[in-house]
């Protein structure tokens, strides 16, 4: 157990809807990563927070918004989804934002499939 | 910016072969270096680190030297085992502040009895 935990594990809806992911940040963790993995893109970083506030961007859609609340945990929201959003969108936290050697610690992942 | 280059996939191997899987990269500075493991189903989990050069980190029989002449971390085990199948990421984290971890496209390994 990495302690962050991302809910819902799994999440099945149809194009055009919108959803939230939510991730709780290991305690004592300020920074939140989110990363996207689809089968042909491979592991596609989004957007991180730090300590609320956003610190890099990568990737991540006009369609998709993400923060990061006081209590550390983080929301990522996509909307307008299409079929090629189906992905596994993991979370992760680290303690800092680049302290040499800081890992990041990864939760299960939220499953979402677009129908 | 930083990025990582990792051997393509997928990589089968018989039990108790040796196994390498190539990681370079491009960073300014002196980078962190990481490899990362995602069993069947689960998220991904640190395998080993090494933070500057010439540094090795290992884990479970797993090796990988930071080569920073060659800008190389490849990952390597002298006799692999079924319950190492999994998908291998190569990734890094830039000296300066205000860096995101950045992956490389991952490796998957089958390994066969």
């Known amino acids: 157990d990495s302690g962050v935990t991302q809910t819902p594990k799994h999440l099945i809806t149809a194009t055009g809807q919108r959803v939230t992911l939510r991730c709780s940040p290991r305690s004592g963790d300020l920074s939140v990563y989110w990363y996207q993995q689809s089968l042909d893109q491979g592991l596609q970083f989004l957007i991180q927070y730090y300590n609320g506030e956003e610190r890099a961007k990568g990737n991540i859609l006009e369609r998709f918004s993400a923060q990061q609340f006081p209590d550390l945990h983080s929301e990522l929201n996509l909307s307008s989804l299409e079929l090629g959003d189906s992905a596994l969108y993991f979370c992760?936290?680290?303690?800092?934002?680049?302290?040499?050697?800081?890992?990041?610690?990864f939760g299960q992942g939220t499953r979402l499939t677009v129908v | 910016g930083n990025s990582v280059t990792q051997m393509e996939g997928p990589v089968t191997l018989s039990e108790e072969a040796f196994l390498t899987i190539n990681c370079t990269y491009t960073?300014?500075?002196?980078?962190?270096l990481f490899w990362y493991v995602q069993y069947p189903g689960e998220g991904l989990q640190l395998l080993l680190k090494a933070t500057k050069a010439d540094d090795k980190g290992s884990n479970k029989g797993f090796e990988a030297t930071y080569r920073k002449e060659t800008t190389s971390f490849h990952l390597e085990k002298g006799s692999v085992q079924v319950s190492d199948s999994a998908v291998y990421f190569c990734?890094?984290?830039?000296?300066?502040?205000?860096?995101?971890?950045?992956f490389g496209t991952g490796t998957r390994l089958t390994i066969i009895p």
């Open positions: 992760a936290s680290s303690p800092e934002v680049a302290v040499r050697g800081t890992e990041a610690f």
């Open positions: 960073a300014t500075g002196y980078p962190s």
């Open positions: 990734a890094l984290i830039g000296s300066f502040g205000n860096e995101k971890l950045t």
